[in-house]
């Protein structure tokens, strides 16, 4: 017999090789049929796993994470043997489960088009039906290696040449078998509703020198229903799509010129851009921060003192040859070293500190170019960097107040549901961190302790620290329900070990300081593209880049509309005339969708007694006002907002 020990505490005792399915068929049917994976002393498990000694369970159900991932990966599967019998002489690359959804990546000898994936949508449910058990079985390296090799797929035998003897495992679905490590579904049958979304090509291992494959993405439900929500979903995010969104009210543009994952920001996202900046310059400057600036490159001995270029260095861009022999820099790809030798710069003593160094720092990273996406995912990107260096005695209070900043943010921009995620080391494989145990307890102990006193909502990931240290992350989610990681906080005893930064303490001593990494907004451009997508491009009145536009119904008005704009403009309303010689209806349906709050008509009238006519942002017209009133209007729109931020803070 074996223990098992429940979440609430309470043991049970089960024979030897009982399964997950087994021990929630004990407790209910319901949780056994709700159940679609099970954690056995945290890995994440199938349910049809046996369990072969004492262990602590946990039920992963649709709702969870972790149950999703195992329903979608199942799908994954399926996928692949819908497309196996379908086209013959295929072969298979990956095939994850990811945030939303799933996809394969295949190289197919017959070109899948999105035409072929009703298909091949059709074929999965036909084979859903069938309730299909995924059968696991591990195998030894060389039993893997013949299988792959005899069916002539070389992607698989590429993949599993870098595993190790004694950790390869297959999962067989029907007439498919795949290398895979699991969890999956028991069977076929959870997965209700399909809909394939799109077809794109991947380099195989996300290397440009590789072959392109097709890549078929998709998504899967245990309930049609839940399945028509989500398109409903999707084709809302369609309209919101961030780079939809900066075409239409001229925020930022590329160029292929400039090169790709560049963002250009135009005039009008320069302006939302400096507004976020100052919101976050004038919460700072009371919170005791400092503004520094750095350079735009650093020595590459600089990122080798940091530990940097021993974890990135291969994936940055290329070094920078200088016309020393030898003498090499890089491209900032992030701005703490710079600010620990702003820090190592003067002698400091106990108290100095805490010295908060902030900074708007540029960065640039080499990413795949499969992997850009609008502003989400580019290769120079600006952070709202700062780095504290306190004392241990400050450590706790110090970052109890980023965490306030953060919230601070959320609350005033309206992101009110979020998740902290207390990200730690891998339980295992610790060798791709530096630093010692003890400090890595340390860390991880002080931000643990931390949310727990500010009362946050956790969840604690394991793997997902930085090399350097542990972090707070903050999962937003946006008006669609999305997760978006907006946000981050981290302790570091590690950097200030390796640029040997000191302070003299009270004793007359020499002590080591510790380092909290902070970006509240992650970078500027991630998180407009976020902001974007979560007010549909409606922001706030304090924000908005155009708070008015003026509209004359023909060019004999645009002399009294430019001194409307002129006026406003000089009293701290930001407006611009729109003077294009169409008709005015044309004008307001323009500008409505360029999601300008307030729109104001001159004609004959207007000019005559001094009025302008008010029409509001999606609720039409609002009569006429002077200037004067139309100006105190706005003015007090803005203050209402700023005193309801307070209020909500």
């Known amino acids: 017999m074996i223990k098992i020990t429940f979440p609430d505490g309470s043991v049970r005792e089960y024979a030897k090789g009982s399964t997950a399915f087994d021990v929630a068929s004990s407790i209910s049917p319901r949780l056994a049929a709700d159940s679609l994976a099970a954690s056995i002393d945290g890995q994440t498990v199938d349910m049809m796993r046996p369990i072969e000694q004492d262990a602590a369970i946990k039920f992963y159900k649709w709702d969870d994470a972790e149950g999703k991932h195992a329903f979608w990966h199942t799908s994954s599967h399926l996928l692949a043997e819908a497309l196996e019998s379908l086209y013959p002489g295929i072969k298979f690359g990956i095939g994850p489960a990811i945030e939303n959804g799933f996809y394969y990546d295949v190289d197919c000898p017959t070109p899948i088009t999105e035409g072929d994936l009703q298909k091949i949508e059709n074929k999965m449910l036909e084979l859903a039906r069938q309730k299909e058990e995924l059968i696991r079985r591990e195998v030894p390296k060389a039993e893997a290696l013949a299988t792959f090799t005899e069916k002539g797929d070389q992607y698989k035998v590429e993949l599993i040449s870098d595993l190790d003897d004694g950790t390869i495992s297959f999962y067989t679905n029907g007439a498919f078998t795949d290398l895979c490590r699991g969890p999956h579904l028991p069977n076929t049958g959870f997965i209700k509703a399909i809909k394939l979304l799109s077809v794109a090509g991947a380099y195989w291992r996300g290397n440009e020198k590789n072959k392109m494959l097709t890549r078929i993405y998709g998504i899967s439900f245990p309930k049609k229903s839940m399945l028509d929500e989500y398109l409903v979903m999707l084709e809302e995010a369609k309209k919101r799509d961030h780079r939809k969104l900066g075409k239409e009210l001229e925020l930022f543009t590329f160029s292929q010129r400039v090169g790709q994952g560049l963002p250009l920001w135009l005039p009008k996202g320069t302006e939302l851009r400096d507004r976020l900046e100052q919101f976050l310059r004038k919460v700072q400057k009371q919170h005791g921060y400092q503004q520094v600036i750095t350079p735009p490159i650093g020595n590459k001995e600089l990122y080798i003192t940091s530990g940097h270029y021993a974890k990135y260095g291969k994936d940055s861009f290329q070094p920078i040859q200088t016309p ?18 702003i820090y190592r710069s003067k002698p400091r003593s106990y108290k100095d500190l805490p010295v908060r160094l902030a900074e708007f720092g540029t960065v640039c990273r080499y990413e795949q170019s499969g992997e850009l996406h609008g502003l989400t995912r580019v290769r120079s990107f600006t952070q709202d960097d700062a780095h504290l260096f306190v004392r241990p005695d400050q450590l706790l209070e110090e970052f109890e107040r980023v965490i306030d900043i953060v919230l601070y943010i959320f609350k005033t921009l309206k992101f009110e549901n979020y998740t902290a995620q207390v990200s730690l080391r891998d339980k295992v494989n610790r060798e791709k961190y530096i630093g010692s145990d003890e400090n890595w307890e340390k860390a991880e102990q002080a931000i643990i302790q931390a949310a727990q006193e500010k009362g946050l909502n956790t969840v604690v990931e394991y793997g997902e620290a930085a090399f350097y240290g542990p972090k707070l992350d903050f999962m937003v989610k946006d008006a669609l329900g999305r997760s978006w990681q907006l946000g981050t906080i981290q302790v570091d005893y590690n950097l200030p070990e390796r640029f040997d930064l000191t302070y003299k303490g009270a004793d007359d001593k020499l002590h080591r300081p510790i380092m909290i990494h902070r970006a509240p907004f992650g970078s500027m451009e991630r998180f407009v593209a976020v902001l974007l997508e979560h007010t549909a491009g409606k922001f706030p009145m304090w924000l908005s880049p155009d708070q008015v536009v003026v509209l004359p119904i023909s060019e004999k008005f645009n002399d009294y509309a430019r001194k409307v704009v002129e006026y406003l403009n000089q009293n701290d309303v930001r407006a611009h005339i729109d003077d294009r010689n169409e008709k005015i209806g044309r004008k307001i349906r323009d500008n409505e969708l360029k999601r300008i709050p307030y729109l104001l ?28 009133e139309f100006k105190q209007f706005i003015l007090n729109l803005v203050a209402q907002e700023i005193e309801a931020n307070k209020m909500r803070n």
Not at 327 to 341: D, Q
Not at 603 to 618: F, I, M, T, Y
Request: hydrophobic share 25%.
């Open 324 to 341: 020393i022999e030898g003498e090499e820099y890089f491209l900032k790809p992030m701005n703490c070293p710079h600010h620990c030798e």
């Open 601 to 628: 008509i001159v004609g004959e009238k207007e000019e005559a007694e001094g009025l302008v006519s008010v029409r509001a942002q999606g609720e039409g017209d609002k009569g006429q006002m002077t200037c004067e």
